[in-house]
C-alpha cells in the first residue's frame, strides 16, 4: 500500500505544526519530556490520522478500535493530537501541567476524553493492553488494539509476561508500536541493557515483526496494511526513531528527555518547526 504525495506531504506538514504546538505547551507550563514526545509525534498522526477507528463524537463507541500509549511520559504529543482531531477543544490545552487541568505529566483516562487507561509506571500500559484485545476476542469483537511503547520500557519484565500471553491466546487484533529512539533518561539504551533484535525477540516469542522508519509515512501505510492480515498472531512493529526529532539540537541527545530550552533555543526551535524546508 502507498500514500499519495499529497497527503504524505499534508502530514508532513501536520507533525510539524504538531512538535511546534507540542513544545509551545511544554514550555509554557514548565513541563518536561519534550525529547520522548517529538520522537512519537508521526507515529500517533497517522495512527489517527489513517488507522484508528475512532469517534471523537462517540469516545465510548463499543465497536471502536482502542489506542493505549503505555509510554505515558509522552502524553503531550498524545493530547494535541487528540485536540486536532475532535476530542476535546484546543483551547483547553493551555491549561496543561496547571492546578487543576485535566492534562498532566501522564495521561488520566478518568477525565481526558479519548484515553482509554491511564499510564505512566512503564509496562502497565501494554498489559492493559493484552487484556483489552483478549476481551475482544472473548465478546467476538472485530476492534483492533494498538499500544505504543518505549524501547526502554522494554527492559520492564511486564512487557514479555504481556507478549506470551498475547500469542498464546492468538490476539491478531494486537498491534505492538515500539519507539525504538535508542535513548533513556539513564543514556543509550543499548549501554543500560541492550535489547539486541526486537524483531528476533517477538518472532521468538511467537508475533509477527515489521520494522520500519517511524518518520517515513509511506513505510507506515505498508507496515499498518500488513497488520490487517490476521493470521493468529499479534503484530510488533519496531518503529525507528529520533528522541527529539523536528530541533536540531535536540535530536538524539539524552539530556532532552527532561530539559527545557532557554529563552535562546526556544528561539531558535520555533525557528526550524516553522523552517518548510524541514518538511
Partial sequence: MKIGKKIDAELKRKATGIRKEILEMIVAARGTHIGSAFSIVDLLLYLYKEVLHVNPRRPEDPKRDKFVLSK?????????ILAHYGFFPK???????S??????????SVRIPGIE?????????????VGFALANKMDKKISMV???AGDGECNEGAIWEGAQVAAHHKLDNLVLIIDNNKLMISGPTKDIIDPLSFGEKFRAFGWNAIEIDGHNFCGMAVAFKKTS????????????TIKGK???YMENKREWHSMLPNEEQMKLALEELSD???L
Fill in 72 to 80: 505515558g511520559h509522552g502524553c503531550a504529543a498524545l493530547y494535541v
Fill in 91 to 97: 483551547d483547553i490545552l493551555k491549561s496543561y501541567c
Fill in 99 to 108: 492546578p487543576g487541568s485535566i492534562f498532566g505529566g501522564h495521561p488520566d
Fill in 117 to 129: 487507561t491511564s499510564t505512566g509506571s512503564l509496562g502497565h500500559g501494554f498489559s492493559v493492553a
Fill in 146 to 148: 494498538y499500544c505504543l
Fill in 229 to 240: 492480515t490476521l493470521n493468529g498472531k499479534p503484530t510488533v512493529i519496531i518503529a525507528n
Fill in 246 to 248: 523536528g530541533v536540531s
Fill in 276 to 278: 518548510k524546508k524541514l
